[in-house]
């Protein structure tokens, strides 16, 4: 994790790059801009009247995957019966190429809908007693922190946007840990920061403390190469974001020991065959998203992972530089490979969830483009994605409007 400058004029202690696995500070728009990956806007039916900076959101779905959830609804039409009778099989084999491309056990992960599904079939398998204590952070995104808390008590690792490094953030979670603490539900990387923070190292300190880890990989699978190495308890993540799946698709993976106790949270006629078939299964659900996620894997397999992670993670990169020229912006540290960054606004703009909404959709209707703006105490922030869609003049255009909003007007 690298550390620009700070706001106050100061500039942070940086470690190394090979101690922390930290990006290189962006170069500015003299740098040059990312060249538009070949072929890569026409895989998708954006508005190209929109410029679609928010990726990390709600994901966009690739032509290839919609004409293969297209042919499985006109499947489950045609013959209702052979299909939902057929459908625990079929996603069964669906789970295992999934499970290939992310190095995962097919036997240890599932899918379910969304991060929040994740987060709450995870949570209701870890035993809690009365008075123990859910360590979250107020990075953290906010259903799951609210899934956390219906479990029991939760307590918040308050981490500062610029702490500098990932070993700043994991001493802050550690410090919060109590003698109640029994889980952690930390993400691997955060929604509104884009700063990795479930670490392997956080995660084996905390499970050496007897911690139950849980991670929300929300950002991860299809961003980052190997999401699973965290080494968590329980780990999930949608695939509708960079794994390029329909819309509702998320897997949840869990640890060996866990297994048993993982129980869906409605049962149906498939509870008898246990994790993962019993969460699965939801009757006359739509199952055509996940029977189609593993072409969104498969392409990008296919477009070279590799290259498509570097092209993306470039061009969030180009477009933090180019903003973080204007003079009011404060840039916040990032990770090497992630294709989102995030950038800290003046005090008094987005300091509360009402104000941060208002200004992403005045952005939204007044200039045609989509970024997020979280809320933020003091200032909140604005983050932007790289994707194959992108091109750099997108985030010129947001670059040249932005000054406006930041004045008031």
């Not at 994740?118 to 870890?126: S, V």
């Not at 800290?344 to 952005?363: D, F, K, Q, S």
Request: charged content about 20%; proline content about 9%.
């Amino acid at each position: 994790m690298t550390q620009p400058t700070s706001p106050t004029g100061g500039s942070p202690t940086s470690p190394s790059s090979a101690a922390t696995g930290a990006g290189s500070a962006p170069t500015g728009a003299g740098g040059g801009s990312p060249a538009v990956f070949p072929g890569g806007p026409a895989l998708f039916r954006l508005d190209p009247a929109v410029a679609h900076l928010n990726h990390g959101s709600f994901g966009a779905v690739p032509i290839p995957v919609q004409e293969a959830q297209a042919a499985l609804r006109d499947e489950a039409h045609a013959d209702p019966d052979a299909f939902f009778v057929g459908a625990p099989d079929r996603i069964a084999a669906a789970r295992a190429r999934i499970a290939a491309h992310l190095g995962a056990d097919p036997d240890g992960i599932a899918f379910v809908s969304n991060a929040t599904e994740g987060a709450n079939l995870a949570l209701a398998a870890i035993p809690l007693a009365d008075g123990d204590e859910v360590l979250v952070t107020d990075h953290g995104y906010g259903t799951v922190t609210a899934a956390a808390a219906r479990r029991a008590t939760v307590t918040t690792a308050a981490l500062d946007p610029y702490l500098p490094d990932e070993d700043a953030v994991r001493e802050a979670v550690l410090a919060a840990v109590t003698p109640r603490t029994k889980a952690a539900l930390l993400d691997h990387v955060s929604s509104p920061t884009a700063r990795p923070i479930a670490t392997p190292r956080l995660l084996a300190e905390l499970s050496d403390r007897g911690i139950t880890t849980v991670v929300d990989g929300a950002h991860a699978p299809g961003m980052l190469a190997d999401p699973l190495a965290v080494g968590a308890d329980f780990y999930f993540g949608n695939l509708h974001k960079w794994g390029y799946a329909p819309s509702g698709t998320a897997v949840l993976a869990v640890a060996p020991a866990h297994r048993g106790r993982v129980r869906a949270l409605v049962p149906s006629w498939e509870d008898a065959h246990g994790f993962p078939r019993s969460v699965e299964n939801r009757a006359t659900a739509d199952y055509t998203g996940w029977l189609a996620a593993p072409e969104g894997l498969d392409l990008l397999a296919r477009l070279d992972a590799a290259k498509v992670r570097a092209h993306n993670s470039a061009l969030a990169a180009h477009g933090a530089a180019l903003l973080a020229e204007l003079p009011q912006l404060t840039p916040l540290p990032w990770g090497e490979g992630i294709a989102m960054r995030s950038l800290r606004l003046p005090p008094g703009l987005a300091e509360t969830p009402e104000a941060a909404r208002v200004l992403r959709e005045r952005m939204a209707a007044e200039h045609g483009i989509r970024i997020l703006v979280w809320p933020w105490a003091g200032g909140g922030g604005i983050r932007v994605c790289g994707q194959l869609y992108n091109r750099p003049e997108e985030y010129e255009r947001l670059a040249a409007v932005l000054p406006g909003f930041l004045s008031g007007a």
